[in-house]
């Protein structure tokens, strides 16, 4: 009786403090890509003053494939997540996006509402930071210039928004694009296509690997402590590859 108290209390004292409950683990997985990935496109850095230090040949970065099929750069989360007040993005630590070579790193970025995006400037060249959220998003555009050798610049959004496009106006091959979800429960998958979401709830999800071209392939999840909570995608998705 008194244990079943004291757990009570402490469950109730855990809620109170906006702690989580032990019923949480980590969702892993992977995201492989099937076929062969569209072609990127050549760019040419060479009207670029100081774009150059590694040649004036690049190409776009829109799929991210490794030898096997490993998918890089797919941004993955929690459906049903969003409007719960559940962003920790004011004490999370900053996300960095640097430009080098007059090239956003990384190309694809995740952070929560209220957390700071750091932008750092590694080029002995002035970019300037056009971020372009979709109008009615609620998210508010920006347009800093950054010249070489200046403080990093730490801008942060408001509400979710996915594919958030930020480009550089002086070199017009330059884009990234930044997700906002308003809740921890999303990663964006390494360049050997694994991913992993941190401390979720034990519960039932629905779980969506999204890319910008390849479309959106969705799960269902039953994440349990203890785990393994694994969840394996390919894409394209069916419903995406129709539409092309
Ligand atoms: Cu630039």
Redesign the pocket.
């Known amino acids: 009786m008194t244990i079943t108290r004291t757990a009570t209390i402490i469950s109730v004292l855990c809620a109170s403090m906006g702690l989580r409950s032990a019923s949480a683990a980590d969702i892993t997985g992977t995201v492989t890509y099937k076929g062969t990935p569209p072609a990127e496109k050549e760019i040419d850095k060479s009207a670029g003053e100081g774009c150059t230090t590694h040649g004036a040949k690049g190409t776009t970065h829109h799929y991210f494939v490794g030898a096997n099929g490993e998918f890089g750069n797919v941004t993955i989360y929690l459906e049903g997540q969003a409007g719960k007040n559940l962003s920790t993005g004011a004490s999370a630590p900053p996300v960095v996006l640097d ?1 080098k070579d ?1 090239e956003y790193t990384p190309v694809i970025l995740a952070v929560q509402t209220g957390q700071k995006l750091k932008v750092k400037n590694s080029d002995p060249t002035t ?1 300037n930071v056009h971020v372009q959220p979709a109008e009615g998003s609620g998210n508010k555009g920006a347009n800093p210039i950054q010249p070489a050798n200046s403080p990093d610049l730490s801008l942060s959004f408001d509400k979710p928004e996915m594919f958030v496009k930020v480009a ?1 106006d ?2 017009n091959w ?1 884009f990234a694009w930044v997700s906002v979800f308003d809740h921890p429960y999303f990663a964006v998958s390494a360049k050997d296509g694994t991913f992993k979401i941190s401390n979720v709830p034990a519960g039932k999800y629905t779980i969506v690997a999204e890319h910008r071209k390849a479309g959106k392939a969705t799960q269902q999840i039953e994440v349990k402590d203890g785990g393994p909570n694994k969840v394996e995608f390919v894409m394209p998705a069916e419903a995406a590859k129709s539409k092309t």
Do not use: A, E
């Open positions: 430009q007059c970019h550089c002086v070199h330059m």
